[in-house]
């Protein structure tokens, strides 16, 4: 039997329409429509910023093509795949070992867990500005290396090197024009964004490790399983959900990121610390094209890892 709407009830729905709307409006304007004024001016001859010529440029989407056959651009799509994939897995491990640390740990757990968060209260700013002088190549890390017999160190961020790259360079020919691989660069930056977001994926962590019943645990101590085999067969898989989550959350932080990089290195040498971010800044005041274009494969890279997702949870909803 359908519910029958009661005049209370279709009172109260109006309300909280009228309630919500400046706010679906606002988010509305400020989202979706400046993502897609974006995306026209993308497509368009807008060139400087004092000169908007909102002509589409001929032939269509010339700007992309312009920007895929770029050596800048492709350094950027390397160079933010390869952090934010580091980045995930060293934020996200690093943060689950914390947090099983910080939940088994009897004594001062409260200290401990706002030691380990208290890095996520500083500003990337003030981070790269440290992790610089520590990955400095005359100085920091590398004195200790020295000390223990290396007498050729990184250069860290101004290494031009690529890891694995070296046997897929492209021939000049080749419309690819960078080394694929991993920038020698790009580690200080994936190890001083990791420090800094380990403590926020450890609270994640924290709070899924609460919701594990005791019962579950004390199931596998009687079973004779050891500290191993509960983590694997019972811990980790209901923290999947936390894992999923932070993973989910964390993402826009990389690719996104911006300041940290140019605390710490900027573009680099060869472009091999450049990301989208730096890209779209330099552009905005001579290619607003090209910025904006840069702006939507990088809301594209997002898309092709939110949508998935999306759509898994809403499925599992619906055969829920």
Known sequence: MPHKRTPHLVKTHRKAAAFLAPTLLLSFVFVYIF????????????????NQDLDIRQPFGATYAEIVQEQRAQADIRNVIVFTVLFL???????????????????????????????????????????????????????????????DPPGWTTDTRILGGELLTPDDSSWLKIQLGIP????????AAAWQLMGFAMAMYLAGLASIPDEHLEAANVDGANAWQRIRHVVLPQLWPSTVTCLVLLLHV???????????????????????????????????????AMAVLLLLLTLAVIVPYLLRGYRRERRA
């Open 184 to 191: 020698v660069a790009l580690i200080p930056i994936v190890i």
């Open 89 to 151: 897995v060293a934020a996200v491990i690093g943060g689950l070992l914390l947090a099983l640390l910080v939940h088994h740990v009897a004594v001062a757990r409260g200290l401990f867990r706002t030691i380990f968060l208290l890095p996520y209260a500083l500003s990337f700013i003030v981070t790269g500005v440290a992790w610089r002088w520590i990955f400095a190549p005359s100085t920091g890390i590398n004195e200790i290396l020295r000390a223990i017999g290396i007498t």
């Open 254 to 292: 990389a690719l996104k990121i911006f300041d940290l990089v140019v605390a710490m290195a900027g573009s680099g040498p060869g472009f091999v610390t450049d990301v989208p971010g730096i890209y779209i800044y330099n552009y905005l005041t001579s290619r607003y094209d090209k910025a904006s």
């Open 35 to 50: 993502i897609g004024f974006t995306i026209y001016i993308s497509f368009s001859e807008w060139k400087i910023g004092t």
